[in-house]
C-alpha cells in the first residue's frame, strides 16, 4: 500500500463521525444540535447515557490506535510515519468530511494514537486527567491538565522523544485550543460538572 492511500483511509477512519452516528442511528438525536453541540465522547455521554457514551468513546480511541498500529507494521523502521498516521487521525476526527467538517475536540482519539505510540507517556497523561476530573468532575479541566502533561511525559518516558515530542506538543496545544471555551467558563465559574446520566436504551 502506497504511503498516499494509507493516509487518506487514515483521515476517513478517523472522520468517521461515531457520536453522530450512534445518537441517529439508535436515539434519534443529532449531537450537533444538542448539549454542547460536539461530536465527543463527553457530549455523548452527557446527552446519550453512560452506555451510548462508553461505545463512542472506546471507538474513538480505536479511530487514533488502529492507524498508527497498521502504520508501525507497515513501516517499522519509520516512527515518523506513526506519528504522522496518528495526526491525521485526530485532523479526521475534529474535522470530519462526513458532517461538514465539524467534530470532537481530540481527546479520545489522541489517546489512542499515544496508547500505540508512547504508553508511558500516556499513562502519565491519563493518571494526571483521573486525578484533576476525580476531584473536580471537570473533564474538561482534567483534559486540559492531561494535554499539558503529555508533552513532558512524553520528554522523560519515551525513547523516540525526539520524534514524538513535537508530535505530543503539537496535539497538546491543539485540545487545548479547542478546550478555550471551556477555559472562558471554568474561569467564570460557568463549566458544568460532569454527572453519570442512567443509560438510554439501545
Known sequence: MSQELF???TYLTGAFPTSFVIGKLFFSINLLEHGSKNLGA???FRVLGKAAGLWVLALDILKGFIPVLIATKLWPDSLTLSA????IAVVGHSFSIFVK???GKGVATSTGVFL???PKAL???LLSFSI???GTSYISLGSIVGAVCLPLAVYLFED??????PVASGLSGFIIFKHRSNMVRLWRGEESRFQWKKSKTF
Open 101 to 103: 467538517f465539524k467534530g
Open 123 to 125: 499513562l502519565l497523561s
Open 132 to 134: 484533576v476530573v476525580a
Open 116 to 118: 500505540a505510540l508512547a
Open 7 to 9: 493516509f487518506v483511509l
Open 84 to 87: 504522522t498516521a496518528g495526526i
Open 160 to 165: 523516540g522523544w525526539k520524534i514524538l515530542l
Open 42 to 44: 463527553t457530549n455523548a
